[in-house]
């Protein structure tokens, strides 16, 4: 079966940087369109990022201008830059890679923490 692994979560005070990563096993990363999530307490997961077979991407309004995502099918990795980190973008953040309805997959998410 499908498995996605985050990783690059952490402690950043704002203003800094961070990069996660995801690697997908059991799985050709360059068939499924894949996005970054994020999700704090008591409210709807969040999309954030999302970046198709093709390449193209779509972002948040909230992190238009500060998160990139790419990915890199040779590695099996979509990544997300995250800079100019502020307060509230602190959150679990998961991998989800889509196919079709009934091949969409979930990482287990990596806690970013962005506080002075």
């Known amino acids: 079966q499908v498995q996605l692994v985050e990783s690059g979560g952490g402690f950043m005070q704002p203003g800094g940087s961070l990069r996660l990563s995801c690697t997908a096993s059991g799985a050709i990363f360059v068939v499924y369109d894949v996005a970054w999530y994020r999700q704090t307490p008591g409210k709807e997961r969040e999309l954030v990022a999302r970046?198709?077979?093709?390449?193209?991407?779509d972002y948040a309004g909230s992190v238009k201008g500060r998160f990139t995502i790419s990915r890199d099918n040779a590695k099996n990795t979509v990544d997300l830059q995250m800079n100019d980190l502020k307060t509230e973008d602190t959150a679990v953040y998961y991998c989800?890679?889509?196919?079709?309805?009934?091949?969409?997959?979930w990482g287990q998410g990596t806690q970013v923490t962005v506080s002075s």
């Open positions: 970046i198709n077979t093709d390449g193209n991407v």
């Open positions: 989800n890679a889509h196919l079709v309805d009934e091949l969409n997959f």
